[in-house]
């Protein structure tokens, strides 16, 4: 079984449209992480969190907004989804004891807004 | 503030062939550095890493970075390409304690049969 799961793992939606990506994790780690990737972009940082009550903006947080619901599970949510968030998301997972933030990928979601 | 710079959005080799894949740093302490791949349709995965042992990293599938300080940088080595070395990799960097990465652009490796 996968560590990082991602549902769904395609999504195809429409501008205006409140849409919500989900992140449930078992390895038991602490901080959980939102990117998204763009050809030639690399990976950017959208929204992270060190544990339940702390969530922090990352780099291009404007648009976006997450929910930590459990040590387990963090969630992104585009209120109002416009065309240039179209992107691969992928969340990931690190260990608190670890200072060198050694991060595990989920599969991805795939985010299509017409 | 910490980046990274990966020279090369593509680089392509024939089977057989070296593979270097180039990453630049900026970090304003020791840094943590790190190599990951993306296969088509998966999430990265974790190549290899340096957290300031041996500055000469090994990985896996045959893969090896050095860390050199004096030039800022971390490249990515593998003596001979195989075709499922195909992939995208991402260099990042990560400050201690941190709890954050900064990834580059990425690089696509093509290989040629």
């Known amino acids: 079984d996968a560590d990082v799961t991602q549902t769904p793992r395609n999504r195809i939606t429409k501008t205006g449209k409140r849409i919500m990506l989900e992140c449930s994790q078992t390895k038991g780690h602490d901080r959980m992480y939102w990117y998204r990737q763009d050809p030639g972009l690399g990976l950017r940082l959208i929204y992270y969190?060190?544990?339940?009550?702390?969530?922090n903006k990352g780099e291009i947080s404007d648009g976006y907004s997450v929910s930590r619901q459990a040590q387990a599970k963090f969630s992104l949510s585009l209120e109002s989804a416009i065309p240039n968030q179209t992107a691969l998301y992928f969340c990931?997972?690190?260990?608190?004891?670890?200072?060198?933030?050694?991060?595990?990928f989920g599969p991805g979601t795939r985010l299509t807004v017409l | 503030a910490q980046s990274v710079t990966q020279l090369g959005s593509h680089v392509s080799v024939s089977e057989g062939a070296l593979v270097l894949l180039r990453c630049n740093y900026s970090?304003?302490?020791?840094?943590?550095l790190f190599w990951y791949v993306q296969y088509p349709n998966q999430g990265l995965q974790l190549l290899l890493k340096y957290t300031s042992a041996a500055t000469l990293v090994k990985g896996i599938n045959g893969f090896e970075a050095e860390f050199k300080k004096s030039e800022t940088s971390f490249h990515l080595t593998k003596p001979s390409a195989h075709m499922s070395d195909a992939a995208e990799y991402f260099c990042a960097v990560s400050e201690p304690n941190a709890g954050k990465s900064t990834f580059g652009d990425g690089t696509t490796l093509t290989v040629k049969p």
């Open positions: 970090s304003s302490v020791p840094p943590y």
């Open positions: 990931a997972t690190s260990a608190v004891d670890r200072s060198y933030n050694e991060q595990f």
């Open positions: 969190s060190f544990d339940v009550k702390d969530i």
